[in-house]
């Protein structure tokens, strides 16, 4: 069962990844393992493993006691002048995001950070905190206890994409993923001091299980040397064949009790390299430390996996560079030891785009959703070195090979004809899809002629044409949506929404970016009158970058009897957006950024309309209930909500 579960607090930090105990295979030359039968039907794809990091009490800004005189600071070796920033820090977008990135590598420092079984210092005393090693990270003329109060939405996104970024540059580190963080405000005068406490969440020497990645990552990677893995000319091939020998070294599962789901090295390298078992997380920074061994370039990309079943969940999984292109790949959901078959791979999410995950395979979704820090991650673009291309260059049989991958749904997804000039490819929602080939050759790729998706011809400027998005990606693996809805590009890097293809459609997701052209817009905002008078609609479902709603967007859809915005960063809803919709009777607001909602934006509807807001305290609550009841809403009814959570199994 689903449950709604708030992404809020202070606790540590994500992980690294773990291979498991070297087992001896009986690989010749470069071949990789055969594709899975299906054996078994409809089982669930493992999700849910990947946690945001775990509520924690409140705290709040207290009063200093503390005179400088008479403690001494503990100290590291770990200053600002040597923290090692990687290319997920890059990504981070703000500065309390930056800061406390700092504050954790400095904290984590082994002179500086506590064991288990210390004490932690009173919270309201800042002497305390400093005498028992207390890093102040942030000293200024305004709080930041938003950030990092359990009571507060802004922990969603702030804390979990933080800790995600220090993990994922440090994936040899597994005390960045198994400490404590606890953070202190104090306020003097007019001056508020942040401080931060790590804290070991297990006996285990840490420093010594970091060797023991760094030690295993080599090991590995010069075991698939000596298997005859590596291609000395192919980098599609080495990449095959570490995916699926690596593949079979891992357990899915917990490799250590320690009364915690988030704090456990199985979602760390280590689990996953050292004591092969692992959970996603875990399997994607061994793939990601193995690779790096070799050179070859891949990041952990983490968002919410979205079942055909409809469960949804924390999920992690990867994007590899091959020839200058990332691909899509996930070794979790590749690991059929979990349907029982131990002598197979699932290659149904092999080297696919970012759009074709987003899509669904199978029905199965990858979705690069807040508050993950996937969102703000390259995208993969590559569609030359797919499974079957990639099969070719390992010297694999290739004439009448029928090569079946089972996309955890029951589905078969058969790849047969590879002969080297046709190539059909199931796309996994009972639809073939051919792709002419000669030998490796690329196809070309319609409307652009690279793969990179800033190197193309675009302008800049706003589009006045409608630009459809499928539903299902193309042959290139351009689309980004979960339905037929079309855009027209509004910015540098943003799109709106201006309708559907059909207006058949019931239920309308906006996907929170859209490709035009081979280069990706955020989908900021829907277009005044785009479904005015769409008697079809009936639900409707914001993305994660939508920001306006214009005007009478969705004025008299008269059969429009759910809207969900909840996980939309709504700004301003524009007049009569919502007249009319008669049978409208829920409507979820995420109201901590609406300023602006234009006059009869909620007129005439149903009159037991239930209006759910999500807000961090009341008084916001009641200033939205006052703006959405003068926009025409006077007989709602309304609820109050303060966790805007995401969904976990």
Same mark, same amino acid.
């Given at each position: 069962?689903?449950?709604?579960?708030?992404?809020?607090?202070?606790?540590?930090?994500?992980?690294?990844?773990?291979?498991?105990?070297?087992?001896?295979?009986?690989?010749?030359?470069?071949?990789?393992?055969?594709?899975?039968?299906?054996?078994?039907?409809?089982?669930?794809?493992?999700?849910?493993?990947?946690?945001?990091?775990?509520?924690?009490?409140?705290?709040?800004?207290?009063?200093?006691?503390?005179?400088?005189?008479?403690?001494?600071?503990?100290?590291?070796?770990?200053?600002?002048?040597?923290?090692?920033?990687?290319?997920?820090?890059?990504?981070?977008?703000?500065?309390?995001?930056?800061?406390?990135?700092?504050?954790?590598?400095?904290?984590?420092?082994?002179?500086?950070?506590?064991?288990?079984?210390?004490?932690?210092?009173?919270?309201?005393?800042?002497?305390?905190?400093?005498?028992?090693?207390?890093?102040?990270?942030?000293?200024?003329?305004?709080?930041?206890?938003?950030?990092?109060?359990?009571?507060?939405?802004?922990?969603?996104?702030?804390?979990?994409?933080?800790?995600?970024?220090?993990?994922?540059?440090?994936?040899?580190?597994?005390?960045?993923?198994?400490?404590?963080?606890?953070?202190?405000?104090?306020?003097?005068?007019?001056?508020?001091?942040?401080?931060?406490?790590?804290?070991?969440?297990?006996?285990?020497?840490?420093?010594?299980?970091?060797?023991?990645?760094?030690?295993?990552?080599?090991?590995?990677?010069?075991?698939?040397?000596?298997?005859?893995?590596?291609?000395?000319?192919?980098?599609?091939?080495?990449?095959?064949?570490?995916?699926?020998?690596?593949?079979?070294?891992?357990?899915?599962?917990?490799?250590?009790?320690?009364?915690?789901?988030?704090?456990?090295?199985?979602?760390?390298?280590?689990?996953?390299?050292?004591?092969?078992?692992?959970?996603?997380?875990?399997?994607?920074?061994?793939?990601?430390?193995?690779?790096?061994?070799?050179?070859?370039?891949?990041?952990?990309?983490?968002?919410?996996?979205?079942?055909?079943?409809?469960?949804?969940?924390?999920?992690?999984?990867?994007?590899?560079?091959?020839?200058?292109?990332?691909?899509?790949?996930?070794?979790?959901?590749?690991?059929?030891?979990?349907?029982?078959d131990a002598n197979s791979i699932n290659h149904a999410y092999y080297n696919k785009t970012t759009a074709q995950y987003y899509a669904g395979i199978g029905d199965n979704k990858h979705l690069r959703e807040a508050p993950f820090l996937g969102r703000v991650t390259d995208k993969a673009y590559g569609t030359k070195y797919t499974y079957e291309a990639s099969l070719e260059l390992t010297g694999g049989q290739t004439t009448g090979n029928t090569d079946s991958g089972n996309d955890g749904s029951g589905n078969n997804n058969t790849d047969n004809?590879?002969?080297?000039?046709?190539?059909?490819?199931?796309?996994?929602?009972?639809?073939?899809?051919?792709?002419?080939?000669?030998?490796?050759?690329?196809?070309?790729?319609?409307?652009?002629?690279?793969?990179?998706?800033?190197?193309?011809?675009?302008?800049?400027?706003?589009?006045?044409?409608?630009?459809?998005?499928?539903?299902?990606?193309?042959?290139?693996?351009?689309?980004?949506?979960?339905?037929?809805?079309?855009?027209?590009?509004?910015?540098?890097?943003?799109?709106?929404?201006?309708?559907?293809?059909?207006?058949?459609?019931?239920?309308?997701?906006?996907?929170?970016?859209?490709?035009?052209?081979?280069?990706?817009?955020?989908?900021?905002?829907?277009?005044?009158?785009?479904?005015?008078?769409?008697?079809?609609?009936?639900?409707?479902?914001?993305?994660?970058?939508?920001?306006?709603?214009?005007?009478?967007?969705?004025?008299?859809?008269?059969?429009?009897?759910?809207?969900? #915005?909840?996980?939309?960063?709504?700004?301003?809803?524009? &007049? %009569? =957006?919502?007249?009319?919709? @008669? *049978?409208?009777?829920? $409507? +979820?607001?995420?109201?901590?950024?609406?300023?602006?909602?234009?006059?009869?934006?909620?007129?005439?509807?149903?009159?037991?309309?239930?209006?759910?807001?999500?807000?961090?305290?009341?008084?916001?609550?009641?200033? #939205?209930?006052?703006?959405?009841?003068?926009?025409?809403? &006077? %007989? =709602?009814?309304?609820?109050? @909500? *303060?966790?805007?959570? $995401? +969904?976990?199994?």
């Open positions: 069962m689903n449950k709604r579960t708030s992404i809020k607090g202070k606790e540590s930090l994500m992980a690294i990844f773990a291979l498991s105990l070297l087992v001896a295979f009986s690989l010749s030359a470069i071949s990789p393992e055969a594709s899975i039968q299906v054996s078994a039907s409809g089982y669930d794809l493992p999700i849910g493993d990947h946690e945001g990091v775990p509520s924690k009490e409140v705290f709040k800004t207290v009063n200093s006691d503390y005179n400088s005189s008479g403690y001494a600071v503990k100290k590291g070796s770990n200053t600002a002048n040597n923290i090692e920033h990687g290319y997920y820090y890059g990504k981070l977008s703000t500065a309390e995001r930056k800061d406390l990135y700092d504050a954790i590598y400095i904290a984590c420092n082994n002179a500086r950070r506590l064991k288990k079984s210390a004490a932690l210092p009173d919270s309201k005393s800042e002497a305390d905190v400093v005498n028992k090693g207390g890093y102040l990270f942030y000293s200024g003329s305004t709080s930041r206890e938003r950030y990092y109060n359990a009571d507060t939405l802004e922990c969603n996104t702030v804390v979990n994409e933080t800790i995600e970024a220090l993990c994922y540059d440090h994936m040899t580190n597994v005390e960045f993923y198994m400490c404590n963080w606890n953070i202190y405000e104090f306020k003097t005068d007019d001056v508020y001091k942040d401080y931060i406490i790590m804290q070991e969440y297990t006996d285990d020497n840490y420093d010594e299980l970091d060797k023991k990645v760094v030690s295993k990552a080599k090991e590995y990677a010069n075991k698939v040397k000596s298997l005859g893995l590596v291609s000395s000319t192919d980098v599609a091939a080495t990449v095959l064949n570490v995916h699926d020998w690596y593949t079979k070294q891992v357990e899915y599962g917990s490799s250590q009790k320690t009364g915690s789901t988030y704090f456990n090295l199985s979602h760390t390298a280590y689990g996953s390299l050292c004591q092969g078992h692992a959970v996603c997380d875990g399997y994607s920074q061994g793939y990601a430390l193995i690779l790096k061994e070799l050179g070859i370039d891949s990041k952990v990309i983490t968002g919410v996996a979205q079942l055909k079943s409809g469960n949804r969940g924390g999920h992690a999984w990867n994007i590899v560079n091959i020839d200058g292109d990332w691909y899509e790949e996930d070794t979790t959901w590749a690991d059929t030891k979990v349907t029982g004809s590879n002969s080297g000039n046709s190539n059909t490819a199931n796309d996994n929602t009972g639809n073939n899809q051919n792709n002419s080939q000669s030998g490796n050759q690329e196809s070309a790729q319609t409307g652009n002629t690279s793969n990179d998706p800033t190197d193309n011809n675009s302008t800049e400027e706003s589009s006045t044409e409608n630009v459809v998005v499928n539903d299902a990606p193309d042959a290139n693996g351009n689309a980004e949506s979960a339905q037929a809805v079309t855009c027209v590009i509004s910015g540098s890097q943003t799109a709106a929404v201006s309708g559907v293809k059909d207006k058949a459609e019931s239920v309308v997701t906006i996907p929170a970016t859209v490709l035009i052209e081979g280069k990706e817009y955020s989908v900021t905002s829907i277009e005044p009158g785009a479904f005015k008078d769409n008697n079809n609609l009936q639900e409707l479902h914001g993305g994660v970058n939508l920001t306006s709603i214009g005007r009478e967007a969705f004025s008299n859809c008269k059969n429009l009897n759910s809207v969900d #915005l909840s996980d939309s960063d709504i700004h301003e809803i524009g &007049k %009569k =957006a919502f007249n009319g919709c @008669k *049978k409208l009777k829920k $409507i +979820k607001l995420n109201g901590e950024h609406i300023k602006k909602i234009g006059a009869k934006a909620f007129n005439k509807l149903n009159k037991n309309v239930r209006i759910t807001i999500f807000s961090k305290n009341r008084k916001t609550y009641k200033k #939205l209930i006052a703006k959405v009841t003068k926009a025409g809403a &006077k %007989k =709602a009814h309304y609820k109050y @909500k *303060k966790e805007l959570g $995401i +969904k976990y199994t």
